[in-house]
């Protein structure tokens, strides 16, 4: 079964990977290798860690 979303909470990701990458990044895929990833991508300069994160 696929997991329904809402429309609400993809605006917030959206918006808070805008300010903080990891976060929306861990709210949506959880501590995987996506989410260290984005942290070494922010670490390295935010917007790379911001198109990660879109």
Not at 28 to 34: I, P, V
């Amino acid at each position: 079964m696929t997991k329904v979303v809402s429309s609400n909470y993809d605006v917030a990701l959206y918006f808070l990977a805008i300010f903080l990458p990891p976060v929306s990044v861990f709210f949506k895929r959880g501590c995987a290798a996506d989410f260290w990833i984005n942290i070494a991508l922010s670490i390295l300069g935010w917007i790379p860690g911001v198109l990660h994160a879109w």
